[in-house]
Every structure is written in structure tokens, then in C-alpha cells.
């Protein structure tokens, strides 16, 4: 049973994996746009004549 | 149609309908209604972003765009990856910690009533449109498919998104959203997998076909207002286009206000940003891959079947001519892309250059012979011809195995309703709060609310069916959406960025809207030339000088310090 006192520690560790789920969602979202780039980049250097 | 696909089509349909009337739990409360009662996990959230905005219009418009114009198209997107971050850091504390309903409440907290009532009036004109030209983007492919009445089309895909978006309010558009995305990126996936089969060269030889004619030239470095399609425009305009539709619009806005948390809803938004330009490129890439597959099988001159059929009783003879033309451009056409892949195959590189050639030439020729052929059905129908959006759903009908053309056919419809469902579920939002509830009757039930809010949904989606039936012919669907979104959006923009900022006023604000969307319809009619993509950043950037020159001008005192403070400390 979670008592008064103890309610605020599963809010912040919610909170903090919020946050990191951010920065790691953030540094992946910029890692796969530059990946879809650079093969858009070699498709075209690689195809177009 | 094979009896198999109806039933794949007709029993996603019958699923999702069932399934959205089912998640109409806890929706008798306001809150519930519009918002989920803020309980939304982020991925669902994330994925109801990505589907409300992957229309039909991407499946239909976009894959014909890459069949005619190649990857270029993809640039477009460039600036929504950027936009999603700033969105992350900026609007989207602020517009969640003030616990709104829409986007435009926050304005009048910040500003007052009238800057709210104009720009929530701008978007549910701008939307309401652009809700109709989605729902003819899936009419199209009905009436090519089965020459049904495009009215009769319209209603069969506009009716079940309106019923469960009716019953179901927010909470069941996106749980709905989130099965049909699984749907509608399994039919990319497919199709495109089924293709590199159907074509009979190797995919290295396929894109270096496809790669001679440009259509795998993505990134043009050129800076030009004129042109849409440039890494500068994308990048910069489309970073602007972005930060307004999914920083202001309703549409986008609602999703993530449902979200648990402003983390939650931070990150659905990236969720979004993650797959928005691979997805495109494949969508493209789509396109790309059924003009090589047409190399190989001759298409028809006119995708359009109803020109066509036009075309061919009012001038038999001409047209019989292009036609024959045209055979023989093919025929030639591809023996050198066959040739082609020969000469690549055992290494000969001078021979497939030589063969490079007479397939450029010979694919010029086609295509000079189909200019002429879209001309003389202009000519002959009175209505502008886009064959475009005819080449995907002609392909569907004639190529695609049995099974997956009724898999694509549901992914169309599924991208449709979703766009549509999500539309009018914040059209019927911001009708309610931003005016009836505003200006109408402020004190009422919840359920009174409720009531008036599934009314106002059967409403839009009415209108929004009126609408559809006459955009058939509005040219190339995707570029008529972007458009009418463009008069406004900048402008929009550039109230929500002046809210951002303390010395910005109510007058100000309310006079550079007025001011911006003045300038871009000033720009739009005197410089027609220049792309709409453009018109975003001239109408931000329009708005934010002419509201603090205004606000400088006339000093404070128009915004208490409450609701300034309030708009300034998000939770």
C-alpha cells in the first residue's frame, strides 16, 4: 500500500524516465534522419546518371 | 475485383468501425470527449500524430508524384524533424501546462477574445477545406476503380470515420489510428516488396533506369523562392510549415494535449519526426519503382479512365494516333532498358551508356506524346487533367497480385479516415470551446457539451463530403492542401511566437495577423511565382515585426499581469 509519504518517489522516478526517454528519443530521432539522409545522398550519387 | 479483396476491404472497415465504437468509453464527460482525460500513452499518441497526417493523399498523390517526378518531393519534409525538436522545447509546454482544449483557448489567456476567435475561425475554414480534398483523394481511386458516382464514393469512405469519430470522440480516433498505421505500413511494405518481384531486371538495374530519367535526384541545392522542391526551401520553409501545423493547427495540437504528460506528449511528437521522411522516401520510392515496372508493361496513355474514355469518343482519330505513337515510343523504350540491363549484367559499361541514351531519348519522347495526350483531354473535358493521381490506383487494379490490391485499397481508405477522423474531431472541438462554449452558452453539462460536440462532428463531416465532391478536379490533391493551409498557417505561427514573448500585446498580435496573412495574400497575388512553402515564413516573420512594433508603439497595460504570467509559466 503506498502511504502519503512515499507517493512523491514513484512520480519522480516517473518523471525521470520521462525525461531520459526524451533525450534518448531525441538523439535517435537526429541519428535516423541523418542515416536516411546520407542514403538518400548515395542513392542519388550512386544512380543518377 | 477479386471477391478476395472485398473482403479484405470490407472487413477492415466493418473492424475499425466496431473498434472505434468500442473505445467510446468515458467520453460522456467533456474532457474525456476531447482530450481522453489526458491519459494517452506517448507511442499511441506518436502514432496518431504520424497517421493523422499520412493521408490518403500521401498513398494516391504522393506515390504518383514519384512515378512522374521521383524522389525530389522528399526535401518537402526535411524541416519537420527540426520543427518537432523546437516544438518539443517551446509550444508544447507551454499549450499542455495550460491545460487547454485548443491551441487558440491559450491565445485569448494570452492576448484576447478576438485574436483567439480569428485564428480558431482561420483554422476551422483552412481544415474544413482541406477535410474535404482528403476525403477526395480516396473518392478518386473508388471512382476509378468502380465507376461509382464520385458523391457515392465520398459518403462510403466519409460516413464510417464520421460515425465512430461521432461516438468516440479523441479516444477513438487515435486507438483507431494506431491499428490502421500498422495497416497502412504493412501495404507500403508490401507493394513495394511485390514490385522489385514484378520487375523482371535486378533492383540494381531497376533504380539505374529509374536513376537516368532523374527521378532518383533527391537533393537540389539551389535557392529559390520559386521552387518548392529545393534542400533550402524544406529545410526553411518547410521547418516553418511545420512548426505551424503541428505547433498551431488543431489537428496535431489536440493529439499531444491527450498525452499523460508534457514528456509524454514531447515525445510522441518525436515518434512522429522519427518515421515522417523514411516513410516518405518509401512512399516515393513506390512511385519510383511502378515507372520502372511500366518499362516493362506498357501503361496506358491516359491513367485517368474517364478522360480517356472522353478523349477517345471526342477525337478518335487524333488521339488514335498518339496512342500509336506513343506504342512505338514504348517498344523502343523498353528494348533500351532492357539492353541496359544486359550491358550492365556482363559489365559492359560503354554499352549501357550507349543504351542510357536511346532510353532517354525514347522515354522524352513518351513523355512529350503524354503531354500531348493530358493537353487534348483538357481540352476535350474542360477539367484540369493530373493524371497523377491516377497512376497508383490504375497500377492497384491492373498489376498487383489478388489480396494485395484489397490490402492497398484498405491502407488507402485507413489513411484517409484517419486524416478525416482526427480533422473533424478537432473541428468539432475548437466549434464547441472556442465558440459555442466561448461566446454561446459558457455554463451547460457536461453532457450538453458532449451532445453539441457529436453534432458539430456529423456537421463538418457533412460538409466535409460536400466539399470532396467538387475537389475531384482541384489538380494535384497533395499540392491544394498544402495550399489552402498556407494562406494562414504562417500567420498563425507568428501569433503563437508572439505569445512567447513578454513585451508582445493583445493589439499587436491582433494587427500583425491581420498584417501577415495581408502580406502573404499580397505576395500569393503578386508574385505567384513564388512557392506556397515560402509564404509560412513570410507570414510568421511579418507578424512578429508588426506586433512588436505595435506593442512597442502602444506600450502595456492591454495584458493583465495574471493572464501574462500564466501564459508564461507553464506547469
Known amino acids: ?49 | 475485383m477479386h471477391w478476395l479483396n472485398w473482403v479484405i476491404v470490407v472487413g477492415w472497415l466493418t473492424y475499425v468501425v466496431i473498434h472505434g465504437l468500442r473505445r467510446s468509453t468515458g467520453t460522456k464527460q467533456i474532457e474525456g470527449y476531447f482530450l481522453a482525460n489526458r491519459s494517452l500513452p506517448w507511442w499511441a499518441v506518436g502514432l496518431s500524430v504520424m497517421a493523422t497526417q499520412l493521408s490518403a493523399v500521401t498513398m494516391i498523390g504522393t506515390t504518383g508524384q514519384g512515378a512522374t517526378d521521383g524522389m525530389r518531393f522528399v526535401q518537402f519534409y526535411f524541416g519537420l524533424p527540426l520543427a518537432m525538436v523546437i516544438l518539443g522545447v517551446t509550444l508544447v509546454p507551454f499549450l499542455h501546462g495550460a491545460k487547454v482544449y485548443t491551441a487558440y483557448e491559450y491565445l485569448e489567456r494570452r492576448f484576447d477574445a478576438k485574436t483567439r476567435s480569428l485564428t480558431a475561425f482561420l483554422f476551422l475554414v483552412s481544415r474544413g477545406m482541406s477535410c474535404g480534398t482528403i476525403i477526395a483523394a480516396p473518392a478518386v481511386v473508388f471512382s476509378a476503380i468502380f465507376g461509382w458516382p464520385v458523391s457515392l464514393s465520398v459518403a462510403v469512405i466519409g460516413v464510417p470515420a464520421v460515425l465512430y469519430t461521432m461516438v468516440g470522440g479523441v479516444q477513438a480516433v487515435t486507438w483507431v489510428d494506431v491499428k490502421q498505421m500498422i495497416l497502412i505500413v504493412t501495404a507500403i511494405v508490401a507493394v513495394t516488396v511485390t514490385l522489385l518481384v514484378q520487375i523482371p531486371v535486378s533492383p540494381s538495374d531497376a533504380l539505374h533506369i529509374a536513376g537516368a530519367t532523374g527521378r532518383l535526384h533527391v537533393f537540389d541545392f539551389s535557392f529559390s523562392l520559386t521552387n518548392t522542391y529545393t534542400f533550402w526551401s524544406g529545410l526553411i520553409g518547410g521547418t516553418f510549415l511545420m512548426l505551424s501545423y503541428f505547433g498551431t493547427d488543431q489537428s496535431q495540437v489536440q493529439r499531444y494535449l491527450a498525452a499523460k504528460s508534457v514528456d509524454e506528449a514531447r515525445t510522441s511528437l518525436l515518434i512522429s519526426a522519427y518515421w515522417k521522411i523514411p516513410l516518405q522516401a518509401m512512399v516515393l520510392l513506390i512511385g519510383v519503382l511502378v515507372f520502372v515496372f511500366y518499362q516493362f508493361q506498357r501503361p496506358p496513355l491516359l491513367f485517368n479512365p474517364a478522360h480517356e474514355k472522353a478523349v477517345r469518343i471526342a477525337q478518335p482519330a487524333a488521339y488514335g494516333l498518339l496512342e500509336s505513337r506513343y506504342a512505338a515510343d514504348l517498344v523502343t523504350r523498353e528494348n533500351a532498358a532492357r539492353v541496359v540491363a544486359q550491358a550492365r549484367d556482363r559489365g559492359d559499361n560503354a554499352g549501357a551508356a550507349v543504351a542510357m541514351q536511346t532510353f532517354r531519348e525514347r522515354d522524352d519522347s513518351a513523355t512529350a506524346v503524354r503531354t500531348e495526350a493530358l493537353a487534348m483531354a483538357e481540352k476535350v473535358t474542360g477539367q484540369p487533367s493530373k493524371d497523377v493521381n491516377y497512376i497508383i490506383p490504375r497500377f492497384v487494379i491492373d498489376h498487383l497480385p489478388i489480396g494485395l490490391a484489397g490490402l492497398f485499397i484498405a491502407a488507402v481508405i485507413a489513411a484517409a479516415m484517419n486524416a478525416i477522423s482526427g480533422e473533424l474531431n478537432s473541428l468539432s472541438t475548437t466549434s464547441v470551446i472556442d465558440f459555442y462554449r466561448r461566446w454561446i452558452r459558457a455554463d451547460a453539462p457536461d453532457a450538453h457539451f458532449v451532445a453539441v460536440s457529436r453534432v458539430a462532428t456529423g456537421m463538418w463531416g457533412l460538409f466535409a463530403c460536400v466539399v470532396a465532391t467538387y475537389a475531384v478536379n482541384l489538380g494535384s490533391l497533395i499540392e491544394v492542401v498544402n495550399r489552402f493551409g498556407s494562406f494562414f498557417y504562417g500567420s498563425i505561427l507568428g501569433v503563437f511566437l508572439l505569445a512567447m514573448i513578454p513585451r508582445a500585446r493583445a493589439a499587436g498580435a491582433f494587427v500583425g495577423l491581420l498584417s501577415g496573412m495581408l502580406v502573404v495574400g499580397a505576395v500569393n497575388f503578386g508574385r505567384p511565382a513564388v512557392s506556397f512553402l515560402w509564404h509560412n515564413v513570410i507570414g510568421a516573420v511579418t507578424v512578429v515585426v508588426v506586433g512588436l512594433v505595435i506593442s512597442a508603439i502602444l506600450g502595456g497595460g492591454l495584458v493583465d499581469e495574471d493572464s501574462s504570467s500564466s501564459a508564461r509559466a507553464p506547469s
Open chain 1, 1 to 49: 500500500m503506498t502511504t502519503p509519504g512515499t507517493s512523491r518517489q514513484p512520480m519522480a522516478q516517473t518523471t525521470d524516465v520521462s525525461r531520459r526517454r526524451f533525450r534518448i528519443t531525441l538523439f535517435s530521432v537526429m541519428s535516423v534522419q541523418v542515416i536516411t539522409l546520407v542514403i538518400l545522398w548515395l542513392l542519388q550519387q550512386r544512380f543518377s546518371a
